[in-house]
């Protein structure tokens, strides 16, 4: 909902948004420049003083205006010449005639109305007040992303559209919502929707005599210089006309011959805050605060072209869920967790036969789960499993949320994961664990399903379908995801003899049939993952990635199990077969910006991303690597280039134990309790750790890291939450 | 914005009760290319001693800038009511106004004069830029204004 709120009008209206702000930019440049080139008034002076010195030149001078650029100004009609004039403010001498740059004019005419009278200025508001809401909600969502309003200052982790988005709509921000505000209360004012006080009393009755010298009026003196805003002289044919001097204390009638102040009306507090406000928006008066609103205003284009990623990447990630019912009409509501787009189309089928059999069905991310869900009478729970137990991508927030909500629909959960992990749908089990424990009736027992198979789902159908009185028919077509080719440009094959063969294997897209020409390979990094799917199967099967797209080769190291049906088709590919693959980012296994220290731990195929991150240590920060092997002789990967790496400085220490070894055998956690002083210095000074392996050298590493940090105040939850601690265990 | 002027209008001050006693007079007003934003203008009548009897035209319609117009303030005292209803876009620059209006025929030839006064946004205020005679010996001779206005022809 909050996101709706904040991308529809926000892309919808990007393009008027940009202009409003690039031109708002353009103009707040104008009040530093005219600071410079604006001669500077003199404290002490007083209106009465430069009155006389003007009068003095131009007898015909009907207006002074000190104007919000800083300029002074005279109107005069002197007969034979006319005109508006600058004037120095110190000495009352004339600098020339005064105009508004054209160019100035345009941008201000574009910024107000585009270019279009009143009907572009109401424009100009609709835009100003979509920018208003934009930015609150895009604060909002921020700070939920974050984990709360305390934590908008964090730093911000995701893909470079994310990041750009994040970081520059948090600086930006403030200064949009108060260039929103202050531009509608113009905006207000300028259509008299602002109560206006009507002008000073004209009853007032002037003395009627002779004029005296300006210089001597009392009334005039007592204003100051730099308070002034206009000063009206009396039509010398009129001897009941008066001066009017509108200054910052407000509205002065002054009688020309006595000098006496006939009346004072006080600025009210509107027009003092209107005054404010325009100070605030165009930066007139405030020079260092008019460029930093321009800085916020010209981030605005980058906001939209980065949102408009983030938007299309989001909606092409979801399959698209044909009729679907809103919440509040829905009389079965289907969350979803998943974390590529399998879950999605699990849920896709069985929304569609639900409706079918005359359902009204609404579907929709687990993370999106609001209070209109729980209303509903049924409740299917249809949620993957990520790695240890954790829950997918679409459900992160779920059980938070679900905490906080009313409601107690009857439910059905059903998990999806792979029953070779220990920990088969765990996370299914705890959302239906929470379910339960709310009091939610039950409409079938939870049920797992193993790899995504049909049948069991088709089962689970026939289950739903008695348990709702009905038929329920589920045929689900996996949706095979969309793959490039890929063609093995050379191999290496390590451990066959200790049984463990790991082969390093290098790939390049496709050359061009026609032309030879090399192929492009898609954008990735070491640290992503490659999906590749063996032919005779649909499903991917993740390999992390040893190389960048840069390096002009897709480098995997893949682990040949004895029952694994990708792996051996892999270990058996000859040079020039071809594969397909797509690519899966993984941003969250990176080493983290900055020249800090890193602590890269790893064993056997792990090796592989590790690797990837020293080949592209340029700047050589210190980087620390374990890595955990069976024998020096069979399978110690990448040795050759990671002694030239340990030269040429991209590799600072390296640390290997291997668990064959004749002399002593010693897994990888050994060495890292044995250099536990180090590590923990590397940790104070601000070391990222980053580990990669199997699901038991993982644990065994938490293990041994523990009492590194604990000494320091730290325990691994707390780093894993900063960033500081990574892993991409299989 | 362009609109499109009534061919009768008037204010209630100045309309004929009785129609056959009236004229169709038309105004019409242009302006130099000042290069700036859109003109505020009023056309205004006073009598032969210089008494305000009523507004012909008001173009600008935002009334927190009407001050500008200050001879015409002066006169009418800024009410409202003098301007209702006869009141369009301010006029761009190097562009032309033109109005025509029904006026009793004793205003005409009875000393009544048209006061134009203009004014421009960051530029200056003409009050009386223009001073007219309502009479028909003057009809279709164009009057320059020292201030915006090129001619100022009033038709009979």
């Given amino acids: 909902m909050l996101r709706r709120l904040h991308g529809l009008p926000g892309i919808a209206l990007a393009l008027a948004l940009a202009v409003t702000a690039l031109t708002g930019a353009v103009l707040s440049v104008q009040p530093a420049l005219d600071r410079a080139a604006a001669p500077a008034i003199p404290a002490a002076a007083s209106v009465a003083d430069l009155a006389a010195q003007v009068a003095a030149r131009h007898p015909g001078v009907s207006a002074i205006r000190l104007r919000a650029d800083g300029s002074l100004t005279a109107a005069f009609d002197d007969g034979d010449t006319r005109g508006v004039e600058r004037i120095d403010p110190a000495t009352g001498a004339g600098l020339g005639p005064y105009a508004v740059s054209e160019t100035t004019r345009f941008f201000t005419n574009l910024h107000r109305s585009f270019l279009a009278g009143d009907a572009g200025r109401v424009a100009a508001a609709i835009g100003a007040l979509a920018m208003l809401g934009v930015s609150v909600s895009g604060l909002m969502l921020l700070a939920r992303r974050l984990g709360g309003a305390g ?16 970081e520059l709509g948090r600086l930006a921000a403030v200064g949009l919502i ?20 009507t002008g000073a009393n004209s009853a007032v009755a002037a003395s009627g005599g002779a004029p005296a010298p300006v210089g001597t009026l009392t009334g005039l003196r007592a204003v100051k210089l730099k308070d002034l805003r206009e000063l009206s002289f009396p039509d010398p044919s009129d001897p009941a006309d008066v001066f009017t001097l509108v200054s910052a204390e407000g509205e002065r009638l002054v009688d020309a011959a006595t000098g006496a102040t006939l009346a004072l009306t006080p600025a009210t507090a509107l027009e003092r805050i209107s005054d404010l406000v325009r100070t605030l928006h165009t930066g007139r008066g405030a020079w260092l605060l008019g460029l ?172 739903l379908g008695g348990a709702l009185g009905h038929d329920l028919v589920l045929t689900h077509v996996a949706e095979p995801p969309k793959t490039m080719p890929l063609v093995l440009a050379g191999r290496e094959l390590y451990g066959e003899a200790v049984g463990a063969p790991v082969a390093i294997l290098r790939f390049q897209a496709p050359a061009d049939p026609r032309t030879g020409a090399p192929g492009r390979l898609p954008t990735f990094e070491a640290g992503d993952l490659v999906g590749i799917v063996p032919p005779g199967d649909y499903m991917p099967r993740f390999y992390s990635l040893a190389s960048s797209t840069r390096d002009g080769v897709l480098e995997i190291c893949v682990r040949l199990r004895a029952d694994g049906l990708c792996s051996t088709f892999l270990h058996e590919l000859a040079p020039g077969a071809s594969i397909d693959a797509f690519i899966r980012e993984n941003p969250a296994f990176r080493p983290a910006k900055g020249r800090g220290p890193l602590i890269l731990i790893g064993a056997g195929a792990g090796i592989g991303p590790l690797a990837g991150f020293v080949r592209a240590n340029a700047a050589g920060r210190p980087v620390h690597l374990y890595w955990g092997g069976r024998s020096a002789a069979s399978d110690f990967l990448y040795e ?56 038991d050298m993982a644990e065994a590493v938490t293990r041994a890291l523990e009492p590194v940090v604990r000494p320091l105040g730290l325990d691994l939850p707390a780093l894993k939450s900063s960033g500081r601690y990574v892993e991409d265990v299989y | ?111 009544y004069k048209v006061h134009v006064d203009t004014a421009v946004e960051d530029g200056m205020d003409n009050p009386s830029e223009v001073v007219a005679p309502l009479a028909a010996s003057a009809s279709g001779k164009p009057l320059a204004g020292k201030g915006y206005v090129k001619s100022f022809t009033v038709t009979f």
């Fill in chain 1, 151 to 166: 934590a908008l200052l964090r730093p911000i982790r995701g893909t470079p559209a994310q990041r750009w988005h994040g």
């Fill in chain 1, 178 to 197: 108060m260039s929103s505000l202050t531009g509608l209360w113009m905006w207000a004012g300028t259509f008299g929707l602002l109560p206006e006080t």
């Fill in chain 1, 292 to 463: 930093l609103l321009g800085l916020a205003a010209a981030a605005v284009p980058v906001l939209g072209g980065t949102g408009l990623v983030l938007w299309l990447r989001r909606r092409g990630a979801r399959p698209r869920i044909a009729a679907n019912v809103p919440a509040r009409m829905a009389d079965t509501v289907i969350l979803v967790g998943s974390e590529g787009n399998s879950t999605w189309g699990f849920a896709g089928t069985l929304h569609a036969a639900l409706t079918a059999a005359g359902h009204k069905v609404h579907t929709a991310a687990m993370n999106d789960v609001t209070a209109a869900h729980l209303a509903a009478p049924r409740l299917l729970v249809l949620a993957a499993t990520y790695g240890e137990g954790a829950p997918p991508q679409s459900a992160k927030h779920f059980l938070a949320r679900l905490a906080r909500l009313p409601g107690r629909p009857a439910v059905a959960v059903l998990g999806f994961g792979d029953r070779s992990f220990p920990h088969f749908c765990r996370f299914a089990r705890a959302v239906a664990d929470a379910l339960e424990a709310r009091g939610c009736p039950q409409l079938l027992p939870m049920k797992r399903i193993d790899r995504r198979s049909a049948q069991e789902f088709a089962q689970w159908g026939r289950d």
């Fill in chain 1, 640 to 695: 050759h280039e990671l002694a030239q790496h340990l030269a040429e400085r991209r590799l600072t220490t390296l640390r290997t134990a291997f668990s064959r070894d004749p002399e002593g055998s010693a897994y990888v956690q050994d060495r890292i309790a044995a250099d536990a002083p180090r590590l923990r210095e590397l940790v104070k000074q601000g070391a990222q750790i980053l580990v990669c392996g199997g699901r």
């Fill in chain 2, 1 to 111: 914005m362009k609109f499109v002027l009534p061919a009768v209008a008037a204010t209630a001050t100045l309309l004929s009760p009785v129609l056959a006693e009236a004229r169709q007079v038309t105004f019409e007003t242009t302006l130099k290319p000042y290069g700036g934003n859109g003109a505020y203008l009023v056309l205004y009548v006073t009598d032969a001693a210089g008494a305000y009897k009523g507004t012909l035209w008001m173009a600008g319609g935002k009334a927190k800038y009407y001050r500008h117009l200050s001879d015409w303030q002066r006169a009418s005292g800024g009410r409202p009511a003098e301007i209702d209803g006869i009141t369009g876009a301010s006029v761009g620059s190097g562009k032309t106004l033109k109005i025509t209006l029904d006026l009793a025929d004793a205003m005409i030839d009875a000393g």
